[in-house]
C-alpha cells in the first residue's frame, strides 16, 4: 500500500518526505492558505488522513463551528474536526481495500480544495478582530498589505466607510 501511495504523490508532483515507513506528510501548495501539511498515513486496515486547517478561533464561536459543522455535509473523504486545543483539522479515513492512486489523489485534491477556498471564510469568521488589528498595525508602519487584501472589505478602515 505504501507504494501505491508513493506512486500517487509522485504522479501528483506534490512535495513530500516519508518520515518513517507508510507516514507521508505531503505540502499542498495553495492561493489562499499558502500550504496545507497533509498526513497520509497507512495503517493496517485503513489509510488516515489529516491536515492541519486553522487555529482555534479567537471570537464568534459559535457561528463558526456552526459554520464548519454545516460544510462537513458538503465534503467527500475528510470533514472538519477539532482537537484536544481546539484547532482545525480536516481529517478522514479510507479502507485499504479503497485506496488506489486516483482515491488518494481524488482525496489530496479535496483537502486542497476544502482548505483553501474555505479558509479566508474561516478567518473571518473566526479572526476578524484580529485581522483587523494587524492591518491597523501594519497600515501604521507602511508594511505590505498584500497578504490581506482577501480581508480589505471588512479590515480596510477606507473601505468600512464607503
Not at 486547517?53 to 460544510?71: I, M, Q, S, T, V
Not at 479502507?95 to 479558509?119: K, M
Not at 479572526?127 to 480581508?151: D, M, P, V, Y
Request: charged share 30%.
Amino acid at each position: 500500500m505504501r507504494d501505491v501511495v508513493r506512486a500517487a504523490l509522485d504522479a501528483a508532483e506534490v512535495s513530500y518526505d516519508e518520515p518513517r515507513p507508510g507516514a507521508f506528510l505531503v505540502k499542498l501548495p495553495g492561493q489562499h492558505k499558502l500550504a496545507t501539511m497533509t498526513w497520509l498515513i497507512v495503517g493496517e486496515q485503513a489509510l488516515h488522513v489529516e491536515a492541519f486547517f486553522c487555529r482555534k478561533p479567537d471570537e464568534n464561536h459559535a457561528e463558526f463551528y456552526r459554520w464548519l459543522l454545516g460544510k462537513n455535509g458538503a465534503t467527500y473523504g475528510v470533514h472538519f474536526s477539532v482537537d484536544s486545543v481546539g484547532d482545525v483539522h480536516l481529517v478522514g479515513r479510507v479502507p485499504l481495500a479503497a485506496v488506489t492512486e486516483e482515491e488518494v489523489d481524488r482525496l489530496l485534491g479535496c483537502v486542497l480544495t476544502y482548505s483553501d477556498d474555505w479558509f479566508d471564510r474561516a478567518l473571518e469568521l473566526g479572526f476578524a478582530s484580529s485581522i483587523r488589528r494587524e492591518w491597523e498595525w501594519r497600515a501604521k508602519r507602511g508594511e505590505s498589505l498584500a497578504n490581506l487584501q482577501a480581508f480589505a472589505r471588512f479590515a480596510d478602515p477606507a473601505r468600512s466607510r464607503d
